[in-house]
């Protein structure tokens, strides 16, 4: 049973540009969730994916979007990249879209100059 | 949005101390959960309280809920240099999405 993985792990990007951020869920789990975690703070929840439909998303304006596929994996990406955009992007999984406990990958960290 | 909130923000303790954090949050919830981060890496469940359970125990962790005063607290007893890391907790919003508190930063001194 594989956990969840998330590419890339480090990337630097320039105000402006776009960028997509690839999570695959753990074996059996039908959910993806994403979330921000700036340094020093507590991750926010950016939205969360259920059965390759968007399901819920928190305080981000639209430029934040995200996919998942037939097999679960899930993509974020993010345009027009603003410097405030640097931080940790967690990817969780989990069975079904209920209050359930999060399986996380070891995230993305995303420098924007 | 914030549901959670931590204190306290940071916990220096002694190894072999026990350490407790705390965590208050704003709505009704049907369970919390604790979690821990190690140095900028992915989060590790720890431990789940159900909004009818009023502690739980998992190993070296006590958690306890009380729902009238909104609070929860982690009793991590006995501790190790190990457990130096975040703490965090999450209770479950509106639409039972997970959301999570700003966190406590325990350091374990040898």
């Known amino acids: 049973e594989t956990g969840v993985t998330q590419s890339p792990t480090h990337l630097i990007k320039t105000r402006g540009q776009q960028v997509t951020l690839r999570c695959s869920s753990q074996?059996?789990?039908?959910?993806v969730s994403w979330y921000q975690q700036a340094l020093g703070q507590g991750p926010q929840f950016i939205f969360q994916y259920y059965r390759e439909e968007e399901n819920g998303r928190g305080n981000f304006p639209p430029r934040f979007s995200g996919l998942q596929f037939p097999n679960y994996s899930s993509e974020l990406n993010v345009n027009a990249l603003e410097l405030d955009d640097s931080a940790l992007y967690l990817c969780a999984s989990s069975i079904d879209s209920g209050a359930n406990v999060l399986t996380f990958g070891a995230g993305s960290r995303l420098t924007v100059l | 949005s914030q549901q959670g909130e931590e204190d306290p923000q940071a916990l220096s303790i002694q190894e072999g101390e026990n350490a407790t954090m705390n965590c208050s949050y704003k709505t009704s919830i049907n369970n919390l959960q604790w979690y821990r981060q190690n140095s900028g890496r992915g989060l590790v469940h720890l431990i789940l309280i159900r909004s009818n359970e009023r502690e739980k125990h998992s190993g070296r962790l006590r958690v306890t809920l009380d729902t009238s005063k909104k609070s929860s607290s982690l009793l991590i007893t006995a501790s190790r240099a190990a457990d130096t890391a975040s703490y965090f907790c999450?209770?479950?919003?509106?639409?039972?999405?997970?959301?999570f508190g700003k966190g406590t930063r325990l350091h374990i001194l040898p």
């Open positions: 999450a209770t479950d919003a509106q639409d039972d999405k997970i959301i």
């Open positions: 074996s059996g789990h039908n959910t």
